[in-house]
C-alpha cells in the first residue's frame, strides 16, 4: 500500500510541472532593453506611473520607452535593434505573438536607428510618426529624425523602405533620404553621403561593432546567436556530458546561485518575470536550465523556448521560495556538494544551496539577494514542496507618482520649453512641435519633381489609428529590376562589413569631396521651414584629405 501511495505522489509531483498552462507569447513576443547610458524611463502599457529603465527589463506591447540625458538600445528579436538619442520617446504598438510577427513602433520625438539584419517578411516592421509611415521591405540600417518643427526626416544608410503619407506612398533606396510635415512629402528621395557626422552616429556604430564582433557562432543554437557575444565577454564555455557544451559565468561569488541577484516584475502577459541584474542574464535566465557539479560550479544548458524564469514555486506560512529547473524539469537540489536533477520526493530539502526563500512581502524587492532568509531561518519553516506554478497574485495598484531618476524627475527636454509628464496622463505628443503647412505650394515644385511624387496634392488618404496605410502596389517582388548601386555613405559601408555583406576590409571614401548627409537635388519649399532646421538635417559639404580617407565632422 505504502509503495502504491509512493508512486501516486511521484506521479503528481511530475504532473505538476509537465501540466503548464500553454503561453501566449513566442521567443519575440517581448523586446529587451539591452544597453543604456545615462536616464532611461518606462511606462508600462494600462500604467500611469513611470519606472527607471534598467539592461534585460523585459518590454512588452503597448509599453512607452524613452531617454532623457541618456541613450538606449532595445534588442527586438532576430538580429535587429532600436537605438534612441537622448530625448527620445517611442510606444511599442505591436510585438509578435502567435500567428502573428508584426513589429510596429511609433516614435514620437527623438532620432531613432534601427538595425534590422533579419526580415522573414516585408512589411513585417512598420515605423510611424505623427508625419509619416515607415514600411521596411528588406535589411539594412535605417535613422528616423523627427526635428522639432514638425518634420519627421528619413535616412537609408542601406536596405529598402515604403514611406507612406497623405499624398500616396514613395520608395526609399541605399543611400537616399526623404523628408515628411503632417503627412507630406516636402521633397522627394534624394541622394546624400554620409560620414559619422553627429555623436549619435558615431554610438550607433560603435554598439553594431561591438555586437558583431563574434561572428562565428560556435555554441548557441540559431534562435539565439545573438547573444553569443555577451556570453563569450562574461564567461566560458566547456563540454558537459550529457549535455554537450554548457556555458560558466565568471566572476559570480561562492553563495551566488540562479534567480537570486535580481527581482521579480509582474507583467500580464507572462506574469511574474524574473528581471537578472547580470548584464548577461537576460539569454540565461529566460532560456535554458541550470546544473551544478563539482569542478565546474554552476553551469547554464542552452534551450531555445523563452519563459518567464525557469523556477520551480514554494508558497506557504507567509514566505514565497523557488529553485531553479534541471533540464529534466524537476527543481535542482544541491546538497553535500552533490546535485540531483531529477530530484523527485514529495518535499524539498531545506538545506539545497538552490534554494531561494522571501517574506511575501518581498515579492517586489528591488534585489532579492538582499532579503533572502539564511537557511537557518529556512529550516524553521518545516515541510517545502515546490510546484510549477507561480504566485496567484498581482501587484496592487500604488499611488501616482512620477518616478526619479538619480534624483531627477522625468522630463522631456525640448529646446524651446521643458515639458513635465503629469501623473496620469500619457503624452502622445510634444507641445513644442508646431503645425506644419495645410499645403504644399505646388509653384515652387519642379515639374520632374512632381513627376517623382506618387501622389498629386489633390490625393488625400486617411490616416488609421497607427499611422497612414501602406501601397499595397509596392513590393520588393514589384521591383525586382531595381539594383540599388553601392552607396557612398561611410555607415553604410560601415554596416555592410560589420554584417558580413561587404568583402571589404577598410572604409575608404570614393571621392575627394564627400557630402554630410547632403543632398543632390533641391527641396520643396516650405514657408514652416526654418533656418535651425536646415542646417540640422542638411549636412554640410567636406573635403577629404588626398590620402582618400573621410574627414570627420568635428
Same mark, same amino acid.
Given at each position: 500500500?505504502?509503495? =502504491?501511495?509512493?508512486?501516486?505522489?511521484?506521479?503528481?509531483?511530475?504532473?505538476?510541472?509537465?501540466?503548464?498552462?500553454?503561453?501566449?507569447?513566442?521567443?519575440?513576443?517581448?523586446?529587451? &532593453?539591452?544597453?543604456?547610458?545615462?536616464?532611461?524611463?518606462?511606462?508600462?502599457?494600462?500604467?500611469?506611473?513611470?519606472?527607471?529603465?534598467?539592461?534585460?527589463?523585459?518590454?512588452?506591447?503597448?509599453?512607452?520607452?524613452?531617454?532623457?540625458?541618456?541613450?538606449?538600445?532595445?534588442?527586438?528579436?532576430?538580429?535587429?535593434?532600436?537605438?534612441?538619442?537622448?530625448?527620445?520617446?517611442?510606444?511599442?504598438?505591436?510585438?509578435?505573438?502567435?500567428?502573428?510577427?508584426?513589429?510596429?513602433? @511609433?516614435?514620437?520625438?527623438?532620432?531613432?536607428?534601427?538595425?534590422?539584419? %533579419?526580415?522573414?517578411?516585408?512589411?513585417? =516592421?512598420?515605423?510611424?510618426?505623427?508625419?509619416?509611415?515607415?514600411?521596411? &521591405?528588406?535589411?539594412?540600417?535605417?535613422?528616423?529624425?523627427?526635428?522639432?518643427?514638425?518634420?519627421?526626416?528619413?535616412?537609408?544608410?542601406?536596405?529598402?523602405?515604403?514611406?507612406?503619407?497623405?499624398?500616396?506612398?514613395?520608395?526609399?533606396?541605399?543611400?537616399?533620404?526623404?523628408?515628411?510635415?503632417?503627412?507630406?512629402?516636402?521633397?522627394?528621395?534624394?541622394?546624400?553621403?554620409?560620414?559619422?557626422?553627429?555623436?549619435?552616429?558615431?554610438?550607433?556604430?560603435?554598439?553594431?561593432?561591438?555586437?558583431?564582433?563574434?561572428?562565428?557562432?560556435?555554441?548557441?543554437?540559431?534562435?539565439?546567436?545573438?547573444?553569443?557575444?555577451?556570453?563569450?565577454?562574461?564567461?566560458?564555455?566547456?563540454?558537459? $556530458?550529457?549535455?554537450?557544451?554548457?556555458?560558466?559565468?565568471?566572476?559570480?561569488?561562492?553563495?551566488?546561485?540562479?534567480?537570486?541577484?535580481?527581482?521579480?516584475?509582474?507583467?500580464?502577459?507572462?506574469?511574474?518575470?524574473?528581471?537578472?541584474?547580470?548584464?548577461?542574464?537576460? /539569454?540565461?535566465?529566460? !532560456?535554458?536550465?541550470?546544473?551544478?557539479?563539482?569542478?565546474?560550479?554552476?553551469?547554464?544548458?542552452?534551450?531555445?523556448?523563452?519563459?518567464?524564469?525557469?523556477?520551480?514555486? !514554494?508558497?506557504?506560512?507567509?514566505?514565497?521560495?523557488?529553485?531553479?529547473?534541471?533540464?529534466?524539469?524537476?527543481?535542482?537540489?544541491?546538497?553535500?556538494?552533490?546535485?540531483?536533477?531529477?530530484?523527485?520526493?514529495?518535499?524539498?530539502?531545506?538545506?539545497?544551496?538552490?534554494?531561494?526563500?522571501?517574506?511575501?512581502?518581498?515579492?517586489?524587492?528591488?534585489?532579492?539577494?538582499?532579503?533572502?532568509?539564511?537557511?537557518?531561518?529556512?529550516?524553521?519553516?518545516?515541510?517545502?514542496?515546490?510546484?510549477?506554478?507561480?504566485?496567484?497574485?498581482?501587484? %496592487?495598484?500604488? %499611488?501616482?507618482?512620477?518616478?526619479?531618476?538619480?534624483?531627477?524627475?522625468?522630463? &522631456?527636454?525640448?529646446?524651446?520649453?521643458?515639458?513635465?509628464?503629469?501623473?496620469?496622463?500619457?503624452?502622445?505628443?510634444?507641445?513644442?512641435?508646431?503645425?506644419?503647412?495645410?499645403?504644399?505650394?505646388?509653384?515652387?515644385?519642379?515639374?520632374?519633381?512632381?513627376?517623382?511624387?506618387? /501622389?498629386?496634392?489633390?490625393?488625400?488618404?486617411?490616416?488609421?489609428?497607427?499611422? !497612414?496605410?501602406?501601397?499595397?502596389?509596392?513590393?520588393?517582388?514589384? !521591383?525586382?529590376?531595381?539594383?540599388?548601386?553601392?552607396?557612398?555613405?561611410?555607415?553604410?559601408?560601415?554596416?555592410?562589413?560589420?554584417?558580413?555583406?561587404?568583402?571589404?576590409?577598410?572604409?575608404?571614401? $570614393?571621392?575627394? @569631396? $564627400?557630402?554630410?548627409?547632403?543632398?543632390?537635388?533641391?527641396?520643396?519649399?516650405?514657408?514652416?521651414?526654418?533656418?535651425?532646421?536646415?542646417?540640422?538635417?542638411?549636412?554640410?559639404?567636406?573635403?577629404?584629405?588626398?590620402?582618400?580617407?573621410?574627414?570627420?565632422?568635428?
Amino acid at each position: 500500500m505504502k509503495k =502504491i501511495a509512493g508512486v501516486i505522489t511521484i506521479l503528481l509531483f511530475f504532473l505538476s510541472f509537465a501540466n503548464a498552462q500553454e503561453p501566449k507569447y513566442t521567443n519575440n513576443s517581448f523586446a529587451r &532593453l539591452s544597453y543604456i547610458t545615462g536616464n532611461t524611463y518606462i511606462q508600462r502599457a494600462a500604467d500611469l506611473e513611470y519606472e527607471e529603465g534598467i539592461v534585460n527589463m523585459p518590454i512588452t506591447e503597448g509599453d512607452r520607452l524613452g531617454t532623457t540625458d541618456g541613450r538606449a538600445e532595445i534588442f527586438i528579436g532576430k538580429g535587429n535593434y532600436v537605438r534612441l538619442d537622448h530625448n527620445t520617446k517611442i510606444d511599442f504598438l505591436n510585438l509578435p505573438k502567435k500567428g502573428d510577427d508584426l513589429i510596429q513602433i @511609433q516614435i514620437w520625438s527623438g532620432n531613432v536607428y534601427f538595425s534590422i539584419n %533579419s526580415l522573414e517578411k516585408e512589411k513585417d =516592421i512598420e515605423i510611424h510618426t505623427p508625419d509619416v509611415s515607415v514600411y521596411v &521591405l528588406d535589411t539594412g540600417l535605417y535613422r528616423i529624425d523627427m526635428r522639432e518643427n514638425a518634420e519627421t526626416e528619413i535616412f537609408v544608410f542601406n536596405g529598402l523602405v515604403e514611406t507612406a503619407g497623405e499624398t500616396g506612398s514613395a520608395l526609399i533606396k541605399d543611400g537616399q533620404r526623404l523628408e515628411a510635415i503632417e503627412g507630406r512629402f516636402t521633397s522627394r528621395p534624394t541622394k546624400f553621403m554620409a560620414v559619422i557626422d553627429d555623436s549619435f552616429d558615431r554610438w550607433n556604430e560603435h554598439r553594431d561593432s561591438q555586437i558583431r564582433k563574434h561572428l562565428a557562432k560556435q555554441y548557441l543554437p540559431e534562435e539565439l546567436e545573438d547573444f553569443e557575444y555577451e556570453l563569450a565577454e562574461y564567461g566560458d564555455w566547456t563540454y558537459v $556530458s550529457p549535455y554537450g557544451n554548457v556555458w560558466v559565468p565568471g566572476g559570480v561569488g561562492v553563495d551566488w546561485r540562479p534567480y537570486y541577484n535580481g527581482r521579480w516584475l509582474w507583467i500580464p502577459l507572462s506574469g511574474w518575470t524574473w528581471l537578472p541584474y547580470e548584464p548577461w542574464g537576460w /539569454a540565461t535566465f529566460h !532560456y535554458g536550465r541550470w546544473h551544478w557539479s563539482i569542478g565546474v560550479g554552476w553551469h547554464w544548458i542552452p534551450t531555445t523556448i523563452w519563459g518567464p524564469g525557469w523556477v520551480g514555486w !514554494y508558497s506557504g506560512y507567509g514566505y514565497y521560495g523557488w529553485a531553479p529547473m534541471s533540464y529534466w524539469g524537476y527543481p535542482g537540489v544541491i546538497i553535500n556538494n552533490m546535485y540531483y536533477g531529477r530530484y523527485s520526493r514529495s518535499y524539498y530539502p531545506y538545506n539545497s544551496r538552490a534554494l531561494t526563500v522571501i517574506h511575501k512581502n518581498q515579492l517586489r524587492a528591488r534585489n532579492v539577494s538582499k532579503v533572502a532568509l539564511s537557511q537557518d531561518s529556512v529550516k524553521k519553516l518545516g515541510k517545502i514542496s515546490l510546484s510549477k506554478k507561480a504566485p496567484a497574485i498581482r501587484p %496592487s495598484k500604488g %499611488s501616482i507618482s512620477v518616478q526619479k531618476l538619480d534624483g531627477k524627475k522625468v522630463f &522631456l527636454h525640448s529646446k524651446d520649453s521643458t515639458v513635465k509628464y503629469e501623473p496620469g496622463k500619457r503624452v502622445t505628443r510634444t507641445s513644442s512641435r508646431k503645425p506644419g503647412p495645410a499645403s504644399v505650394d505646388s509653384k515652387s515644385i519642379k515639374k520632374d519633381t512632381a513627376r517623382n511624387i506618387k /501622389a498629386t496634392q489633390e490625393r488625400k488618404i486617411i490616416k488609421k489609428r497607427t499611422g !497612414y496605410p501602406s501601397s499595397p502596389s509596392i513590393s520588393v517582388r514589384n !521591383y525586382s529590376k531595381i539594383k540599388t548601386k553601392k552607396s557612398s555613405s561611410t555607415l553604410s559601408r560601415i554596416y555592410n562589413y560589420i554584417s558580413g555583406k561587404s568583402s571589404s576590409k577598410y572604409i575608404k571614401s $570614393s571621392s575627394s @569631396q $564627400s557630402s554630410s548627409r547632403g543632398t543632390t537635388s533641391k527641396k520643396i519649399k516650405s514657408s514652416s521651414q526654418s533656418k535651425s532646421s536646415r542646417s540640422t538635417s542638411s549636412r554640410t559639404s567636406s573635403r577629404s584629405s588626398s590620402s582618400g580617407k573621410v574627414k570627420k565632422k568635428k
